[in-house]
């Protein structure tokens, strides 16, 4: 994919400063409203169920997230998600823990089935147990999934029908037929809470201003990697790489973006 494509996205991103509608959990909630500011989109936070679906059909995405999922949450996810389909508005599901409780695999297969998920963002645990191919989830994180990952993206793409970000060391991203690799990033990323959390969040922000899920989906993992490595050229531990990765994401240039963007087409059966 053209690195100059990738970081016209990110321009899009600036230009449209689309609104992104969270529904999501209590742990991270802040930093992924922050990160959102600091992509150049417009973050909202809106889960009451008399208001869930007015604030979503106004977005440009809505990033819905089970990070703290309740019975109550997940009903102002289905009347926001209804909302946002009727309007053509892109839905990113962010499956946090699926595989660790049944509670959460099982709400997981309720929004796939009732809502048209536009992007199905999660770890490779995660993706791995609703592909069915094996994943494991302990607590909220990855404990791995058997396979070759790429195939595995797109065999839950196709399952559900929609665009599957599978990140990790390396970022997996497929709608089934076209399987993209995205290897930026820093190891940094993984010992701080809400990394994942705020890359559906990044999602979310190039969905709303882009026109193909697929490239804006891997732009979206190439930018936010990106500033997570030139946040840890600078960090001395997890949370200086924070306040870092914040200020990277808000001041990347496109030309850096362009320059550094590592994404590499998968040879997936
Ligand atoms: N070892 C690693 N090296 C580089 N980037 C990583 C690594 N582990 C995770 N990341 C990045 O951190 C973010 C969160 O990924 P991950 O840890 O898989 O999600 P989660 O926090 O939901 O388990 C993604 O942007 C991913 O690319
Ligand atoms: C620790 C924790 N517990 C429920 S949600 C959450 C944050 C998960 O964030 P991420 O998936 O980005 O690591
Ligand atoms: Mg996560």
Do not use: W
């Not at 899009?12 to 959102?36: E, G, K, M, Q």
């Amino acid at each position: 994919m053209d690195s100059q494509k990738i970081a016209d996205e990110l321009s899009a991103v600036r230009s449209c400063h689309p609104l992104v509608h969270h529904i999501t959990n209590t742990v991270t909630i802040n930093d992924c409203a922050n990160i959102t500011l600091c992509t150049g989109a417009a973050p909202v936070m809106a889960a009451a169920l008399e208001e869930a679906g007015e604030m979503a059909a106004m977005a440009g995405a809505l990033v819905l997230n089970i990070g703290t999922l309740s019975s109550a949450q997940v009903e102002s996810m289905l009347i926001a998600g209804k909302a946002a389909n009727a309007c053509g508005i892109p839905i990113i599901l962010d499956p946090v823990g699926a595989g660790a409780t049944a509670m959460r695999t099982e709400a997981c297969e309720r929004l796939l089935a009732e809502l048209n998920i536009a992007v199905l963002k999660g770890n490779a645990g995660e993706i791995g147990v609703l592909a069915g191919a094996g994943g494991e989830v302990r607590g909220v994180d990855s404990a791995g999934c058997a396979g070759d990952l790429a195939a595995v993206a797109a065999a839950c793409a196709r399952k559900y029908g929609t665009v599957v970000v599978m990140t990790g060391p390396e970022d997996y991203i497929s709608d089934g037929e076209r399987t993209f690799v995205v290897g930026n990033g820093n190891p940094l990323m993984a010992r701080l809470s809400g990394t994942g959390c705020m890359t559906a969040s990044v999602v979310g922000a190039f969905a709303a201003a882009g026109t193909d899920l697929v490239v804006s989906s891997v732009a979206a993992c190439a930018a936010f990697g990106r500033a997570g490595e030139r946040a840890a050229a600078q960090a001395r531990g997890p949370y200086s790489f924070r306040t870092a990765l914040f200020d990277e994401m808000a001041n990347l240039m496109e030309e850096d973006l362009a320059a550094h963007a590592d994404v590499k087409k998968a040879d997936t059966i």
